[in-house]
């Protein structure tokens, strides 16, 4: 092990014992303390704050940052894994519409590019902080009588199956990274550009009707994904690649250049609610 990565997991070692918003010692601190060159220290701390575990401040000093949130590579509710991991969910619904489906958004959802559908803007929350912005499209006609109260603090999903008699079955979700806009450092209180994690998603109910096409920037400082890798056995028992998350490598279309790239994507199935 190198000196830079032993002091690393010196400095992590400090961080678990501190709490999150305490600063920690000062890198000429760290330099006698740790009996280490400052240089060494120095790149130590550069690759905790690109990690995410610290945050420089200039003139005051380095921070211990709020720990980013594992989101599993499944069909699994917002609501729910917040409450798995023990903070309370929320959200606020910023707009709710009915715009026609148009041509994009109608092949999305299958539907004609007529159809009216429901545009739902929401800010998820956990424990009061901002995580997402989510920008969501169903049918009109299946979700009669929606209003933007309906969805506040309350799990889409779950609304869905308790008034509506739909219940999610499968779905199928694409995850790329990228950087806010103006719109999106404003409702989630970050810096313009700040990194984040684009997911798309469709959902398909039990009866194989497309039920949603949403759009979500999860906050690139308080997210990381994880993935369950299984080996999955061809039929004569060898290793024929891996399940539970899949990463699709970007290429060209032929005769699609000027399109740009497919996105690399996960497919996800199983009961859930949102």
Known sequence: ??????????????????????????????????????LTVRAALDELVRDGYLDRRHGSGTYITEPKIAQPLTLTSFSDE??????????????????????????????????????IKRLRLADAQPMAMEVLHVPEA??????????????????LQ???????????????????????????????HTPAFLFERTTVSESGR????VRSIYRGDRYRLVADLVPQRSRNGRSAGVIGGKAVAKRERKGDHNRGAQTPHSSNRGNSRR
């Open 1 to 38: 092990m190198s000196k830079q990565e032993d002091t690393r997991d010196r400095v992590l070692d400090l961080i678990d014992s501190l709490q999150v918003g305490q600063a920690i010692p000062s890198e000429r601190q760290l330099t006698q303390e740790l009996g280490v060159s400052r």
């Open 82 to 119: 917040m409450r798995r991991r023990g903070m309370v969910p929320g959200s606020r619904t910023l707009e709710l519409t009915t715009t026609p489906a148009g041509a994009r958004l109608g092949r999305r959802l299958m539907v004609s590019p007529a159809e009216p559908l429901v545009r």
């Open 162 to 192: 308790e008034r509506y008699s739909i219940v999610i079955a499968s779905g199928t979700q694409t995850i790329e990274p990228t950087v806010t806009n103006e719109e999106e450092s404003e409702v989630l209180g970050v810096p313009l």
């Open 210 to 213: 497309m039920v949603e096409f």
């Open 142 to 159: 299946l979700v009669p009588g929606l209003t933007k109260s309906d969805l506040e603090n309350h799990s889409f999903y779950e609304l």
